[in-house]
């Protein structure tokens, strides 16, 4: 079975299956978390690193504020 990884289209404020994603402060949490996921993903999952992917994301999805 093929894995599905979260995206994240910031654009649009939706994630891979097209539902919408709240925005309000419980919303920027989830698009973090979606994000520091993401990063965890493509760095090979390294453990340990949890609060560096956290703060990496949160620098990404925040900047625009």
Known sequence: MK???PRIH???STISNE???NTSANG???LIALKA????EQ???KDGHALEYWLRA???TT???
């Open 3 to 5: 894995k599905r990884t």
């Open 10 to 12: 910031t654009a649009e």
């Open 19 to 21: 539902q919408p994603i």
């Open 28 to 30: 920027t949490s989830q």
């Open 37 to 40: 996921y993401e990063l965890w």
């Open 43 to 45: 760095d090979g999952r």
């Open 58 to 60: 949160e620098a990404i």
């Open 63 to 65: 900047k625009h504020d």
